[in-house]
């Protein structure tokens, strides 16, 4: 059911008073112009949370790449968490993971013709990619997890809220995994539901809806998660996800919730022992060690299935046993929406690129006019949002 991974710790309250607190003066300060939030003349899409990690930000990107990339120049800017570099890096296909990120590397080797940057400073990459004059400069950027990246005003703000740990019962951190209260929902333009169950009740949608009391101009979607043939790591044909029924599998995981994913091995008919990890765990001699072990210690018929973000950590990594090696398979994944809404979702995201496109004939009208105007009036830049769309 909706919440179920919830867990609180009533005993750090009074220490998520206090971030709270500060979370709060933090976004006040941003309504009161106080602290800066840009526009920018380029279509920016802005996908995250409020929870620490696990709603679904990657796969969700990734959905927008597929949408946008053939009829548009698209870039997408990381801050690159936990990457052993510092300031903006523009990947290309032998950027090492190291340099931009586990999330950023995973999207460029999915597709290395689209422009994957990452910078913390998000105006400082925004200007960077969209500063050439050429053919080649972004004209659509998707912000990955920049909910709370408020220096930037993107012109939609997608906020993701795991089935899973709905936002509405979960605690500020360090009690429970919210990184802000759950009214810092109102920025959203788009509210999406990720992780749902497949066969989600029509009353289950209704009360979710009615529990998430959104705002007129807020557009609440609900997606789940589609497991695409098992890939291995290091070369060789994949295999079709049915063929993990009897099959003993290690589970090896650094995400933040990989509850739901053991689930729905169990339920392929996978006998699943986990290996856990934290969140963009980075792999050491003595990780590698125990798995081994653990893995040699498993009877056979076994395997190993890890996720694509961890895939990309491990990759890299010496010592694997020629065991594990060639038993090693990441589980990609998709989402899709459900309730028949995948056609609207999508006519909102491509309606307001091409609307405000700088290769549009609409935008270039505006320009021309904008210029025009500003000789006489003094006026500044224009503002896209998706709200007056």
């Known amino acids: 059911m909706e919440g179920d991974f919830i867990k609180i710790n009533e005993w750090l309250l009074p220490l998520s008073w206090l971030y709270g607190l500060g979370v709060k003066m933090r976004n006040q300060l941003f309504e009161l112009g106080i602290l800066k939030s840009r526009s920018f003349k380029t279509p920016v899409i802005s996908v995250g949370n409020i929870?620490?990690?696990g709603a679904g930000k990657t796969p969700h990107v990734e959905y927008l790449i597929r949408l946008l990339k053939d009829q548009h120049q698209v870039a997408v800017l990381s801050r690159g968490y936990k990457r052993k570099s510092k300031g903006f890096i523009l990947a290309d296909k032998d950027t090492p993971m190291r340099m931009i990120g586990d999330e950023p590397y995973q999207m460029k080797q999915k597709f290395p013709d689209v422009t994957i940057a990452v910078d913390r400073n998000r105006c400082h990459g925004i200007d960077l990619?969209?500063?050439s004059a050429d053919e080649k400069s972004a004209d659509v950027i998707l912000l990955d997890d920049a909910f709370q990246h408020r220096y930037v005003k993107p012109g939609i703000n997608i906020l993701l809220v795991d089935y899973h740990r709905l936002i509405i019962?979960?605690?500020?951190?360090?009690?429970?995994?919210?990184r802000e209260p759950k009214d810092g929902k109102a920025r959203a333009d788009i509210v999406i539901i990720t992780k749902c169950p497949a066969d989600l009740k029509p009353i289950d949608y209704?009360?979710?809806?009615k529990a998430m009391n959104l705002f007129p101009y807020q557009e609440l979607y609900f997606s789940t998660i589609d497991y695409c043939p098992l890939v291995p790591l290091f070369g060789g044909e994949e295999i079709k996800l049915e063929e993990v029924k009897d099959m003993n599998v290690l589970l090896l995981t650094g995400i933040a919730s990989p509850k739901q994913m053991q689930e729905d091995l169990t339920a392929m008919g996978a006998k699943v022992n986990t290996l856990t990890y934290s969140d963009h765990h980075q792999f050491k001699k003595k990780d590698i060690v125990r798995i081994n072990e653990m893995f040699a210690a498993m009877p056979s018929p076994k395997m190993i299935i890890t996720t694509e973000k961890d895939a990309a950590r491990l990759h890299d990594m010496e010592g694997l046993?020629?065991?594990v090696r060639k038993s090693i398979y990441k589980l990609p994944i998709k989402v899709s929406f459900m309730l028949e809404q995948e056609e609207e979702f999508n006519h909102k995201i491509t309606g307001y690129v091409r609307k405000n496109s700088r290769n549009s004939i609409l935008v270039k009208t505006k320009d021309e006019h904008k210029s025009k105007d500003s000789h006489r009036s003094g006026n500044g830049p224009r503002t896209i949002s998706f709200r007056n769309n």
Do not use: F
């Open 51 to 53: 929870t620490v990690g």
């Open 129 to 131: 990619l969209t500063e």
């Open 169 to 178: 019962y979960d605690k500020l951190m360090p009690a429970g995994r919210l």
């Open 206 to 209: 209704r009360v979710i809806t």
């Open 321 to 323: 046993s020629g065991e």
